[in-house]
């Protein structure tokens, strides 16, 4: 089975432009979560979709949005960037409705200048 | 709230020593644990994970990592290090909340090998 994809892996973009990344599931798995990754505040929660559902969120402001398409694949979606969304934005997905184990894209890389 | 605590931010070792990347877990309830390992501007790769079971658990590039469940800890062990297992780990831990599992992660630990 092919691995959880991300495209695109880098990405560089400036102040108050909006971004979309996406990433793709490991064939039948419905769940995808997304999370943040910067040297200062380590793995940080976004959301996660079961099923085209947002069933999980963590804090972070609303100008971070996503969403799943029936086929599983999920996008997200950061408007008016700031320079402290740099960072490496990762998806996993779950093979089960519980999400008792994750399994980790290679990462969006974002630079906001 | 759940909370996964990896004591050590950086670990230096010397190539084929042994080492242990020490991870606790706050839960009164199950828990699923995982070791994840991330190298550099990469994503996040699977090592092991205690879903159930033995307490000692093996996983790829010779690490091992044992539950403790009266010590709520899962710390991850290999015997001889390379040169190539320098990287960040990471302990996650997977609690019951509701009706799904949310996931947790420690800090990262920073294995630094050195020759």
């Known amino acids: 089975k092919a691995g959880v994809t991300q495209t695109p892996r880098y990405l560089i973009k400036t102040r108050g432009q909006q971004v979309t990344l996406s990433c793709s599931p490991i064939?039948?798995?419905?769940?995808v979560s997304w999370y943040q990754q910067t040297p200062g505040q380590g793995l940080q929660f976004l959301f996660e979709?079961?099923?085209?559902?947002?069933?999980n969120k963590g804090n972070f402001p609303g100008r971070f949005s996503g969403r799943q398409f029936s086929n599983s694949r999920s996008e997200m979606n950061v408007s008016t960037l700031e320079l402290g969304d740099s960072a490496l934005y990762l998806c996993?997905?779950?093979?089960?409705?519980?999400?008792?184990?994750?399994?980790f894209g290679p990462g969006t890389r974002l630079t906001v200048l | 709230a759940q909370s996964v605590t990896q004591l050590d931010s950086q670990v230096p070792v010397f190539e084929e020593a042994p080492v242990e990347l020490r991870c606790n877990y706050s839960s009164s309830v199950s828990v699923y644990l995982f070791w994840y390992v991330q190298y550099p501007n990469q994503g996040l790769q699977l090592l092991l994970k205690y879903l159930s079971g033995s307490t000692l658990v093996k996983g790829i590039n010779g690490f091992e990592a044992e539950f403790n469940k009266s010590q709520t800890s899962f710390h991850l062990r290999k015997p001889s290090v390379h040169i190539s297992d320098t990287a960040e780990y990471f302990c996650?831990?997977?609690?019951?909340?509701?009706?799904?599992?949310?996931?947790?992660f420690g800090s990262g630990t920073k294995l630094n090998v050195k020759p």
């Open positions: 996650a831990v997977s609690a019951s909340s509701y009706n799904f599992n949310k996931f947790y």
């Open positions: 979709y079961f099923s085209e559902t947002q069933r």
């Open positions: 996993a997905s779950s093979p089960r409705d519980r999400v008792d184990e994750q399994f």
């Open positions: 064939s039948g798995h419905r769940s």
